[in-house]
Every structure is written in C-alpha cells, then in structure tokens.
C-alpha cells in the first residue's frame, strides 16, 4: 500500500456511520481497566482508538508503515498514553508484540489468502480466557441492500463511503460462521449497521472451576 491508501483509509475511517459501527463492535466488549488489547490490521487506528477510550491499554498493528504512521500522526493531535502502534505483520514469527486478553481485526479477515491459518494466528495472540473480536462486511452488503438501507435512514453524511464498500466488496471474500470455527472458543454474531457488518466475537472457554489449576 502507500501514503495514498493511508490517507484514503483515514477518510473512511473519519465518515460517522463507519465510526459508530466500530463503537458499537467495542461495545461488546466490558470496559476494560487497562487490560490489554492487540488491534491486527488496525489502518489508521480507529478501532485501536476506540478500544483505548473503552479503558484499554491497545497496540495496532499494521503490516504497511505508512498506515502506522498515519495512525500515530492521528494520534498525536490527542496525546494519550496507553496506546502505541507499530508495523507487524499477521502471522510473523516474530512474537514480540506479545498476548492480549482482546484482539480485534477489522475488515483483515478478508483480505488475508488462508483464513483458518488467519483465525488461528489472532486467537494464538490471546491470553486464557481471552476474547477474539472480527468485524467483517456480511453477505447483505451490496449496492442493492445498501440502496434500501439509506432510503430508510435520514440523511447520512458521508453515505458515500458505504455505497463505495458494498461496491468494492468482493462476494468471494465473504467472512462466513464456517471460516471461524476456532477450538475451545465459543463463536456468536452480532448485526451492526442493520446486518450490513457483522461483528464476530470468539471468546475462550473458561477452564471448568474445581480444575486442578483452579484449585490451587
Ligand atoms: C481493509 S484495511 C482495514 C483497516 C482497518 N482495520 C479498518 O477496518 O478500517 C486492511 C488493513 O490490514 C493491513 N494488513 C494486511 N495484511 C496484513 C497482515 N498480514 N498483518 C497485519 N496487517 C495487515 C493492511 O495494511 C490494511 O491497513
């Protein structure tokens, strides 16, 4: 990618439909008290953001330097503490970044050749008892639906932007329940954007209580 696609990403990322979705996405998660949380594919940063006003302490971490630098350059304007970002890349054997008891990935799934390996390096990431969090475009999402969700709605600014991702969507590269079955993790979907986006929570089983661990 380049400063061109940095700067595009950070104009979509900017549009307010695009940013109350990814609230709402954080929303699920309980407010953290400094947990830490690792952001794969984090663009420009706003998820990461969002996670860190949540209570979290969040790194991004993107494979192409001109969106980590976009997203610290954003970052600077608010000067918080509790949130870095750094270029990494899915999937690298270099574990430095370390574990997260949430990962989140936006709009990464789909882009990524081998999703299973994908779904299975992000859960690789958490901590026990940790929670694995994909938003991704879901089959509604086409120009038609997309047509029939803004007649609906009072005027949205910015609805270009939703217009251009349902145009560019690639049917191939939808992000099914069957893509992210993970074992040990429990899987549940929830509808964003009146079911344009989904967002998939992964959440680790807890170690039955009175396990030897437990018990120690
Ligand atoms: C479609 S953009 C999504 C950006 C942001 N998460 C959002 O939802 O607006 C995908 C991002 O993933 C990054 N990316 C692609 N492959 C990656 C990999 N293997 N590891 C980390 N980041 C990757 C790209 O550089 C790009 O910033």
């Known amino acids: 990618m380049s400063c061109l696609s940095a700067h595009f ?27 830490r949380w690792l952001d ?8 990461s953001r969002l ?20 997203a610290q350059r954003l970052v600077r304007r608010v000067g918080p503490t509790g949130l870095e970002f750094r270029v990494g890349r899915l999937g690298d054997p270099d574990r430095s970044v370390g574990r997260a008891d949430v990962v989140s990935a936006a709009s990464l799934l789909a882009v990524m050749p081998d999703r299973s390996q994908a779904v299975r390096d992000l859960t690789a990431l958490l901590r026990p008892g940790g929670t694995l969090l994909l938003i991704e475009p879901s089959a509604l999402m086409s120009p038609q639906s997309v047509r029939q969700y ?14 251009l991702w349902a145009s560019t969507r690639k049917p191939a590269r939808l992000v099914q329940a069957s ?3 993970a074992p040990g993790f429990v ?5 964003l954007l009146g079911g344009l986006v989904n967002a998939w ?14 018990a120690i």
């Open 187 to 191: 899987l549940t979907r929830h509808a």
């Open 9 to 35: 990403f950070a104009r979509v990322q900017a549009a307010p439909f695009y940013q109350s979705l990814h609230e709402e996405a954080v929303a699920l998660l309980p407010a953290g008290q400094g947990q």
């Open 179 to 181: 893509d992210l079955s």
């Open 201 to 214: 929570l992964l959440r680790e089983i807890a170690p039955a209580s009175g396990s030897a661990e437990a």
């Open 51 to 70: 996670a860190h006003r949540h209570g979290y302490c969040v790194t991004g971490v993107d494979a192409d330097p001109a969106m980590v630098r976009m």
């Open 40 to 47: 794969l594919g984090c663009g420009p940063g706003l998820l």
């Open 150 to 163: 803004l007649a609906g709605q009072p005027r949205m600014p910015d609805a270009w932007v939703l217009r």
